[in-house]
């Protein structure tokens, strides 16, 4: 069974540039959420989308958006880029909602974004 | 604000000695807790998760405590072991899938 795969994964933008990462779940996981790791804040949660719907979101600037399509697969996009967008930006799936036992989030190995 | 905390942000033990990971929480609407494993240049992987229901559970080499009343949680490796050596996060969740992470101890488990 294929993981979460994320494309591409590194990345060179220059500021006010803007970026669109992809995110391919797990086979039959409608759920799929997006994390940035920074050293300074370690993970913060993006978003998350289920059945093409955004259910929640973080405390990020209108410049971080996202969708997911009808496959499951999902895309993220910043816009105007700043160096502090340099990150790492990890995608996660799971089958349904709720992190419980039977629904713990899989990651993919990330996109390395750097912002020069 | 950080609503998951781990202190000590690196720790060094002597291979099949115990590591201990601490992890504290403010929020009390968390209900679900995890520990993820990061190696370099790979994304977390789970390890253990434990629900606000529970104060202990085990995996092999792996235990997680909670106590709830302390608003604590606790990551116990025994034997540590060489290929153990990765950064740990805390993660805790409220009912649905926005986890929210501490920001990791690294773990040098030393052979």
């Known amino acids: 069974k294929a993981g979460v795969t994320q494309t591409p994964r590194y990345l060179i933008k220059t500021r006010g540039q803007q970026v669109t990462l992809s995110c391919s779940p797990i086979s039959g996981h409608r759920s799929v959420s997006w994390y940035q790791q920074t050293p300074g804040q370690g993970l913060q949660f993006l978003f998350e989308y289920f059945s093409e719907t955004q259910r929640n979101k973080g405390n990020f600037p209108g410049r971080f958006s996202g969708r997911q399509f009808s496959n499951s697969r999902s895309e993220m996009n910043v816009s105007t880029l700043e160096l502090g967008d340099s990150a790492l930006y990890l995608c996660?799936?799971?089958?349904?909602?709720?992190?419980?036992?039977?629904?713990?989030?899989?990651f993919g190995a990330g996109s390395r974004l750097t912002v020069l | 604000d950080q609503q998951v905390k781990q202190n000590s942000p690196s720790l060094s033990v002597q291979e099949g000695r115990i590591s201990i990971l601490n992890c504290d929480y403010t929020?009390?609407?968390?209900?679900?807790f995890l520990w993820y494993k990061k190696y370099p240049a790979e994304g977390p992987t789970f390890l253990i998760s434990?629900?606000?229901?529970?104060d202990k559970n085990e995996d092999g080499r792996f235990t997680v405590f909670l106590n709830k009343s302390a608003k604590h949680l606790s990551l116990h490796i025994v034997p540590s072991q060489p290929g153990d050596s990765a950064v740990y996060f805390c993660a805790a969740s409220d009912g649905n899938n926005r986890l929210a992470f501490g920001k990791g101890n690294q773990v040098v488990v030393i052979p």
């Open positions: 929020n009390s609407m968390f209900d679900y």
């Open positions: 434990i629900s606000s229901i529970k």
């Open positions: 996660a799936s799971s089958q349904g909602q709720g992190a419980s036992g039977a629904n713990v989030l899989t």
